[in-house]
């Protein structure tokens, strides 16, 4: 998917065939044996992976997931798509992406403290505040980089906080990065459906993925009047016409850690939420969830991507056809987490702290600022939303390369 859409927007920027590859292959793409000793007793080894895309702008930045189905050519396709949303949001970073090929749900806190320990090691040679900045993403938290942090500084002997983001603010995360994504994305839902004249109040919405980004999107829109009408996560949905109660929900999850049987509503699946009719439609949760199966039967007027490859590239083309359907692209749409990323490596790096205030008020104004470059751009070129996004993101990683020449 991520090759396809970078070759699809190369040739709408006239990108000589040369230039291409140097700007569409990784830097870098490290894979490490990661072995942990289980509770049992027993040695088990899990593959590890690490893709940093290019260190034009600066040092790369991206995510490290826990999950089974992780492996080396999603993680690159992740650190591309990285690549070219921190350039759309002039953040001075390359892209990266990580993960361990495991299943943080059966493990234990000593398993997974072990796991991530190890991991850290494998890949410190190619980490550092000024070389590669891991951060959370899918099965994984400020935990997890609290631990990564503590192994990183205990190599180096010193405290090394600016070696990851999203941390737990005590050891120099920044406040607001944990709810950043969610912020951004209910930021970016309204500022569409303020283009498209819906009133926010009033408006309904469905969340597919009731996790970190979800939850936070759907209670910030619900502060805005927007009724929540359902939402889901991998166990199944819950929907109810006039509106779901979020706090009662958030209850419910806290004790049971899933939306299913939540008595405030009624049980609905994953594909069926997705075709709801709604104003706003959040996908929220794994890539390919927006296909060309059900690409023409949305009922949304917006489409808010706050999941990283939503949308498969043969649903995006049925999507750029449909008038009716205002697209905001992955690149764009949660890239309030990578923003807020930025702000708490710029503090570690000053030792100087924002407050929750100048943190969310400086993540509004960079995402204002790419949303009404993107619009321009899609109306002016008369491109799709996603088309004028990667084409804003690739065009700026180009004409670096271009400015600082090849090393011979």
Known sequence: MACEQYDLVADFLEMPVCDRERVKLPKRAITVAVPVQRDDGCTEVFMGYRVQHHLTLGPTKGGIRYHPEVTLGEVAALAMWMSWKCALMGL?????????????????????????????????????????????????????????????????????????????????GSVGRREATGRGVAFLANRAMDTLGIPSAGATAVVQGYGNVGSVTASNL???????????????????????????????????????????????????????????????AMERQITEENAAKLRCRVLAEGANGPTTPAADRLLASRSDVFVIPDILCNAGGVVVSYFEWVQDLQSFF???????????????????????????????????????????VWKAKQLRGLFP
């Not at 049987?261 to 994953?270: A, K, L, Q, T, V």
């Not at 204002?368 to 088309?387: D, H, I, W």
């Open 92 to 172: 001075p970073y390359g892209g990266a992406k990580g993960g361990v090929a495991c299943d943080p749900g059966k493990l234990s806190r000593g398993e997974l403290e072990r796991l991530t320990r190890r991991f850290t090691q494998e890949i410190i040679p190619f980490v550092g505040p000024q070389m590669d900045i891991p951060a959370p993403d899918l099965g994984t938290n400020e935990q997890v980089m609290a631990w990564m942090m503590d192994t990183y500084s205990t190599y180096q002997g010193h405290s090394v906080p600016g070696v990851v983001t999203g941390k737990p603010v005590l050891l120099g």
């Open 222 to 284: 619900a502060r805005f009047g927007t009724r929540i009408v359902a939402v889901s996560d991998v166990r199944g949905g819950v929907y109810h016409e006039k509106g779901l109660d979020l706090r009662r929900l958030d209850d419910h999850v806290a004790r049971h850690r899933t939306v299913v049987g939540f008595d405030g509503g009624e049980s609905i699946g994953n594909e069926e939420l997705l075709l709801l009719p709604c104003d706003l439609l959040v996908p929220a």
């Open 354 to 396: 924002w407050g929750e205030t100048e943190v969310t008020d400086r993540l509004y104004r960079l995402l204002e600022n790419a949303f009404s470059q993107t619009l321009k751009f899609s109306r002016e070129r008369r491109v799709s939303m996603r088309t004028a996004a990667l084409a804003l993101g690739i065009e700026r």
